[in-house]
């Protein structure tokens, strides 16, 4: 069943979900522990990890039952329409474990799988970026244009990692590569924040090898909305092994360099 959404409604609640998500963890950062691993012990949660996902969840199937969810913390479960929110309720846990700054509450609305609104929470930073599909994209407001692209020895590149080891040390391979042709590196350590980054000219470009729908299913909207590529390496969709983005030309120069480096294939 279809269901009248437009992408102008759904950001609003995606706005306010994640805000009132935001506050939450925000008033708990201090003192907090980590509750349980997963993948890897690398791999933590946070009590707060849970329930901010748990309050998202909530208060969306409250204002919107048939919509169905997708959140990292919990899993899907399955609706009777073609609206599905993609929760990422803390992206970036280990530094919101350490008491930093770059971490935040991510939250994209589909339609009929394509994401048409994205908001990505920012609550150290003060920060709220929105996008809704083919209007823009904004940061508290005021619109968004990524940097004009630079060459790659000019580029600040952000980049991040996975949990497993096996994969680390793969990632650590195609960084030593990289490192040497680009004007520096950045590991913020929250891939939503990363993107939203390149979206407000903050860094030039990203890649990640192994992220996650909701990792990015917000952010990139935030990026693309802003005039940023954001793409798989060989034109993949950027749900394959690695997402790359970055302005056009900047875009085309990384994406050799990384595909001759095989990034989305060694390890
Ligand atoms: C992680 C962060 C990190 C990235 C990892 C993600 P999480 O998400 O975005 O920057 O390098 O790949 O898994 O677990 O903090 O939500
Ligand atoms: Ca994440
Ligand atoms: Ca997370
Ligand atoms: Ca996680």
Redesign the pocket.
């Known amino acids: 069943m279809t269901v009248a959404a437009r992408p102008e409604e759904l950001l609003a609640l995606a706005v306010d979900v994640a805000g009132e998500a935001g506050r939450l963890a925000l008033e708990n950062q201090d003192g907090i522990d980590v509750l349980d691993t997963k993948s890897s012990p690398t ?1 933590v949660v946070t009590e707060m ?1 849970r329930r901010c996902e748990e309050t998202i969840r909530e208060r969306l199937l409250r204002e919107r039952p048939g919509d169905s969810v997708l959140g ?1 913390e919990s899993g899907s479960d399955s609706g009777t329409n073609s609206v599905r929110w993609i929760v ?1 309720p ?7 474990l350490y008491g930093r700054e770059d ?1 935040a509450v991510s939250v994209a609305a589909e339609v009929a799988g394509d994401v048409v609104a994205g908001a990505v929470v920012v609550p150290r930073h003060g920060d709220v970026y929105t996008a809704a599909r083919g209007a823009g994209a904004a940061c508290n407001g005021q619109p968004l244009r990524a940097a004009r692209p630079v060459r790659l020895d000019r580029a600040l590149v952000a980049t ?4 497993s080891a096996a994969r680390r040390a793969q990632q650590a391979e195609v960084l030593r590569a990289v490192l040497p042709q680009v004007r520096d590196i950045r ?6 924040v ?1 993107l939203c980054s390149v979206a407000r000219g903050r860094a030039d470009a990203y890649y ?1 090898r ?3 729908y ?2 990015w299913a917000a952010a990139a909207l935030v990026a693309r909305e802003a005039g940023v590529r954001v793409e798989g390496l060989h034109h993949a969709p950027p749900d394959s092994e690695l997402l790359l983005a970055a302005p056009h030309d900047l875009f085309e120069e990384l994406h050799d360099l990384l595909a001759s480096l095989g990034a989305d294939t060694t390890g």
Do not use: H, Q, S
């Open positions: 791999d990890d990292e990422d803390i992206d970036g846990t280990v530094n919101y971490w991040g990692f996975g949990y590991r913020g350590g929250a891939a939503a990363d990640e192994g992220l996650k909701w990792d």
